[in-house]
């Protein structure tokens, strides 16, 4: 397998998410879309997903269409052995107003990229109680490493788009 450009690799994935548009949806929607844009991002990179949901798509030569440990999951593999070389995305997702649980599965996981998806009420609320929590349970989780990375996109509900930030341990 080629080498991924994790910057590239990250720009889809947020470009992809920007992207999604759903008018009148409810969970079940949002969740089927951001896991086949997900999806569509692992295929482009050649990585293997693993997660649940309806996809639009029939070309999924790198899909498995099951969940395992997290909502959605990219990764490399020995395809003759079925050996997972290396993880690139493990992504989980809440629309509840609790994710830290959720959250925390992530914290342990040896992948280059974690994505969080939650929705917020407006930017007030993602900065003060979710982003500041999140942070403050990196930091002080010893599973968190030096140099893990993550992305949290918070589907703003007053202004209808995901905010997208990064945060670097």
Known sequence: MEKI??????????TELISITIKNGGRTEWTDAIKNALVNVAEEYKLYSSCNGEFAHNNLNYHYHKEWLFDMIAYSCQKEEGIIDKVYLCCESEWDKNIFD??????????????????????????DRYLKTIKHIIENASCSLKGDFYIFAAYNNTNKAFEIKRYNK
Not at 5 to 14: D, H, K, M, T, Y
Not at 109 to 127: F, G, H, P, S
Request: net charge negative; glycine share 0%.
């Open 5 to 14: 450009n994790l910057e590239n690799f990250i720009n889809s994935i947020e």
């Open 102 to 127: 959720d959250f925390q599965k992530l914290l342990p996981v040896r992948t280059e990229v974690r994505l969080m998806i939650y929705q917020v009420a407006d930017k007030k609320e993602n900065e």
